[in-house]
């Protein structure tokens, strides 16, 4: 029973273009969530997160939009870089415990840009 | 800061063989979280400790895996004997509790034969 679910396994977009990556979740007791980013031959490295009482958070080209009703969250980046081809992991965490590494990752999805 | 240290980065070893993986904190960071990275089951904590308690280990699948913090800055996860299906990348990764991200390491690449 997968409780982080990234159905698209990979994207390809347009370098410029907005790169829309999707996330469903089914346990509603999740209080925070992240995206993480992967090289290849490389650990997860973080890339933005959102609580679970917000619904958009910001930072310069990555957008993390939350919806609780839905159970769902997308990450836009805007515009896409060469530089951002790599694979995506969404995260949850699965209590109130404040501890931000316990995680339950999605399978990811492979994001690739174009020149 | 050097970030989380893994060691080896690479390991092949034969079935039946103990196995241990290191992993090197981030300086001042008090959680410590193995994660195993394999095609079928994705990226799944194994156990993960605060201030070198360990909290929560029913990540681990066997009795067969065991993992240690024998001080602040250090960790290490244990297979023995190891079985082809162990095959994967773990991961080691670090946090300071409730701060708001986990750093993770390059990984270790094992592989049982």
């Known amino acids: 029973d997968q409780q982080v679910k990234q159905n698209s396994p990979s994207l390809s977009v347009q370098e410029g273009r907005i790169s829309i990556l999707n996330c469903d979740y089914t346990?509603?007791?999740?209080?925070?969530f992240l995206w993480y980013k992967k090289y290849p031959a490389e650990g997860p490295t973080f890339l933005i997160s959102i609580s679970s009482i917000k619904d958009k958070n910001e930072d310069g080209r990555f957008t993390v939009f939350l919806n609780k009703s839905a159970k769902h969250l997308s990450l836009h980046i805007v515009p896409s870089q060469p530089g951002d081809s790599a694979v995506y992991f969404c995260?949850?965490?699965?209590?109130?415990?404040?501890?931000?590494?316990?995680?339950?990752f999605g399978q990811g999805t492979t994001l690739q840009v174009k020149p | 800061d050097a970030g989380v240290i893994q060691s080896p980065r690479h390991e092949v070893t034969e079935m039946g063989q103990e196995v241990t993986l290191r992993c090197k904190l981030i300086s001042g960071h008090n959680s410590l979280f193995w994660y195993r990275q394999t095609m079928m089951r994705g990226l799944e904590l194994l156990i993960y400790f605060n201030n070198n308690v360990p909290i929560d280990d029913s990540g681990m699948p066997e009795d067969r895996f065991s993992a240690k913090m024998p001080n602040a800055s250090f960790s290490t996860l244990k297979i023995q004997p190891s079985e082809p299906r162990d095959s994967a990348v773990y991961f080691c990764?670090?946090?300071?509790?409730?701060?708001?991200?986990?750093?993770f390491g390059q990984g270790t690449r094992l592989t049982v034969v």
């Open positions: 346990n509603s007791m999740f209080d925070y």
């Open positions: 995260a949850a965490r699965p209590d109130g415990s404040g501890n931000t590494g316990k995680l339950i």
């Open positions: 990764a670090s946090s300071f509790l409730s701060r708001d991200q986990a750093f």
